[in-house]
Nanobody, 128 residues
Framework: QVQLVESGGGSVQAGGSLRLSCAASGYTSSRYYMGWFRQVPGKEREGVAVALIDTYGGNTYYSDSVKGRFTISRDNAKNTLYLQMNSLKPEDTAMYYC???????????????????WGQGTQVTVSS
């Protein structure tokens, strides 16, 4: 059973930084997508940053709204995915979710539809 547990959310002023963590357990595949999504009330959950993890170096994908400000990374020894968020803006305020996919190939890695495992979410609030 795959379990994803997020941590690291909180409140910060605009321009500040936060780092989210996602501790993963139960995942045995050598090639998989894992990433961060966010959602505000009344809107669809959107992909923020996704990592393809495999034995060939993988790849990373970012939404245009966070490119250059957010960085996704993974510590394989700790089975933990991170999202370093810098230069935060009030529009980054949302519930952030960690997610993992079962499919070996995703046509749209930033689309939530490819992901079957989800964490419980961690709130990020950015004040102006």
């Amino acid at each position: 059973q795959v379990q994803l547990v997020e941590s690291g959310g909180g409140s910060v002023q605009a321009g500040g930084s936060l780092r989210l963590s996602c501790a993963a357990s139960g995942y045995t595949s050598s090639r998989y997508y894992m990433g961060w999504f966010r959602q505000v009330p009344g809107k669809e959950r959107e992909g923020v940053a996704v990592a393809l993890i495999d034995t060939y170096g993988g790849n990373t994908y970012y939404s245009d709204s966070v490119k250059g400000r957010f960085t996704i990374s993974r510590d394989n020894a700790k089975n933990t995915l991170y999202l370093q968020m810098n230069s935060l803006k009030p529009e980054d305020t949302a519930m952030y979710y960690c997610a993992a996919a079962r499919a070996l190939v995703l046509e749209q890695p930033l689309s939530r539809h490819g992901y079957v495992y989800w964490g419980q979410g961690t709130q990020v609030t950015v004040s102006s």
